[in-house]
């Protein structure tokens, strides 16, 4: 397989994996579609600048596009560099970045007190899993109270009024997964969404 088409199979796969099209990538980039279609089919190869330019806008290293050793993940996010939507005595961080195909996933970390809001809230019709990761988490769910342990786990769906508390006296961690991702509405809302 030639340098070009290895090239070409690269970044169709990070633009694959970031659920973007080819006229999107295209737009993002500042090249033309029939351009980005013949370097991902191997029939053409890019400059360093149109290469510096696809790879920004796939959120890669221009090396990673020449490297085919991580083609199959974005790489790593950073504690630190991930966004955080602050709650009432919480934090909610976000663990899979947009654009987001299968699955929504966030952290959270609650200090004694700490929840989601004081009032319950829905979001989408997703099935959401919520995993306590540390210490201990109450789930309110469509009027029922479940009492969640390190390495318990529910599921449900986002459409049912939800929230998450810690009534205990040490911190706890949770994990959120959706999927499909929900809509982009604001992240704690707190009144129904139109069925």
Do not use: C
Not at 11 to 40: C, T
Not at 145 to 163: A, C
Request: glycine share 8%; proline share 7%; charged share 20%.
């Amino acid at each position: 397989m030639t340098d070009d088409h290895q090239l070409g199979q690269r970044v169709a796969g990070f633009r694959e994996l970031r659920g973007m099209s080819l006229r999107a990538l295209a737009a993002a980039a500042g090249v033309s579609s029939s351009f980005l279609s013949q370097l991902e089919n191997g029939r053409t190869n890019a400059s360093v600048a149109s290469l510096r330019k696809i790879a920004a806008a796939l959120g890669v290293s221009p090396a990673q596009l020449l490297d085919d050793t991580a083609a199959h993940t974005r790489g790593v996010l950073r504690a630190a560099d991930r966004p955080t939507l602050p709650l009432d005595g919480a934090a909610k961080h976000v663990v899979a970045l947009p654009p987001l195909r299968n699955l929504e996933v966030y952290a959270g970390r609650f200090a004694p007190g700490g929840s989601t809001g004081s009032e319950a809230y829905v979001h989408g019709n997703s099935q959401e899993i919520l995993i306590v990761t540390d210490g201990e988490a109450v789930l309110e769910l469509g009027g029922e109270r479940y009492v969640m342990r390190t390495d318990d786990s529910i599921e449900f769906l986002s459409s049912v009024p939800h929230r998450v508390l810690n009534e205990s006296e040490h911190p706890a961690a949770v994990l959120w997964i959706n999927s499909p991702p929900t809509p982009d509405d604001p992240p704690h809302s707190s009144q129904k969404e139109a069925s």
